[in-house]
T-cell receptor, first 118, second 116 residues
């Protein structure tokens, strides 16, 4: 069974540009979460999607947005990039048995997209 | 306030010995899940072990066990018989209800170094 796939693996952008990152979850998983990881702030929750609906959102500015498609694949977009957006962006997928998210939903992570803003 | 606290930025352990990585959490929700993940230098987060707030017994997965002390709000990870390949960052995480859904919060991590 294929794992979570994130593309691209590495990305270099300049300030002011926008970027779109992609995440393909494990087959059968309907929940996708996004995280930003930086040395200073650690792992921070960005958003969580389930069946094309955003279920939760972290404390990030509106420049950060996401969506989920009917095949559960998800994209996140960052507009007007800033130097501080340089980070490892991790995507995680989860399987839900009854259609409801629960505390015991373990997440499987992709290898991440390393974004560098120059 | 920190919801997940990992007080050990770095830990050293001798190969084949056991090591305990500390984690304390803070929540008022009676239903929550606690997780440990391993992140090698490649960047991928690898799920290790899960403990539910209502679970009566400590979780175990191979060489990993979770020392769950609910009253103290601690969920320490114990790795037995350390191997060189265990050298990595280890993150404690808690999943709890949030507005409209659930949120997973991670600690700052502990970097484990296994010495030969």
């Amino acid at each position: 069974k294929a794992g979570v796939t994130q593309t691209p693996r590495y990305l270099i952008k300049t300030r002011g540009q926008q970027v779109t990152l992609s995440c393909s979850p494990i087959s059968g998983h309907r929940s996708v979460s996004w995280y930003q990881q930086t040395p200073g702030q650690g792992l921070q929750f960005l958003f969580e999607y389930f069946s094309e609906t955003q279920r939760n959102k972290g404390n990030f500015p509106g420049r950060f947005s996401g969506r989920q498609f009917s095949n559960s694949r998800s994209e996140m977009n960052v507009s007007t990039l800033e130097l501080g957006d340089s980070a490892l962006y991790l995507c995680a997928s989860s399987f839900t048995r009854q259609g409801n998210l629960s505390p015991n939903t373990e997440a499987f992570f992709g290898q991440g997209t390393r974004l560098t803003v120059v | 306030a920190q919801k997940i606290t990992q007080t050990q930025p770095g830990m050293f352990v001798q190969e084949k010995e056991a090591v305990t990585l500390d984690c304390t959490y803070d929540t008022s929700d009676p239903s929550y899940g606690l997780f440990w993940y391993k992140q090698p230098s490649s960047g991928e987060m690898i799920f290790l072990i899960y403990q539910g707030s209502y679970d009566q017994q400590n979780a175990t997965e191979g060489r990993y066990s979770l020392n769950f002390q609910k009253a103290r709000k601690s969920a320490n990870l114990v790795i037995s018989a350390s191997q060189l390949g265990d050298s990595a960052m280890y993150f404690c995480a808690m999943r709890e209800a949030d507005t409209g859904g659930f949120k997973t919060i991670f600690g700052a991590g502990t970097r484990l170094f296994v010495k030969a």
